[in-house]
């Protein structure tokens, strides 16, 4: 069995839609790695595999919130503050998890896993979808014709 026919921890859904698509884009990355860190846990894969998909998550949380942060301070968003808050005390979470888990104190388990996919699901529909209308409203576009800046910078780290 290959990982594209395994059943997924979230699955990528309308609802989960900003309606932008360079923040869509990116929120479907950080979909597809809770993905591959779920298929990791029940195919039991080895700890190099699970430390690379850690490593790979945190990179692209602190990419993501960045992109989100400085949206807001362009914009001048009203809950500017309390959104970015929200964002450090997972990026330290997920951190937190990275390390101990490379240092071999813990293993992933369904627990935290179910409750990294409660926080991006919930934060994408409850926090993320309110400054979407607010930005649109200034100017920035629904979506790109060609690929992102971030995309471009992503690929290249990665040299994909
Ligand atoms: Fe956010
Ligand atoms: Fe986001």
Redesign the pocket.
């Known amino acids: 069995m290959n990982a594209t026919n395994m059943k997924n921890l979230i699955d990528w859904t309308d609802d989960l839609s ?1 309606g932008i698509q360079e ?1 869509d884009e ?2 479907r990355i ?1 979909v597809g790695l809770l993905n591959r860190l779920y298929q990791a846990i029940i195919t039991r894969t080895d700890n190099s595999v699970m430390n690379e998909i850690l490593h790979e998550l945190t990179e692209y949380t602190v990419v ?2 960045a992109v ?1 942060e400085s949206l807001m301070r362009i914009f001048d968003y009203p809950d500017y503050d309390e959104h970015k808050q929200h964002h450090q005390e997972l990026t330290q979470q997920v951190f937190e998890l990275k390390n101990k888990v490379e240092s071999g104190k813990t293993s992933v388990s369904m627990e935290v896993l179910n409750f990294l996919r409660h926080w ?1 699901t919930n ?2 529909q409850m ?2 979808k309110r400054y979407a209308p607010f930005f649109l409203a200034r100017g920035l576009k629904k979506s790109w014709s060609n690929r992102s800046w971030v995309d471009k910078m992503w690929n290249y780290v990665h040299h994909k």
């Open positions: 900003v923040i990116q929120h950080l993501h919130f989100e991006l934060h994408i926090e993320d």
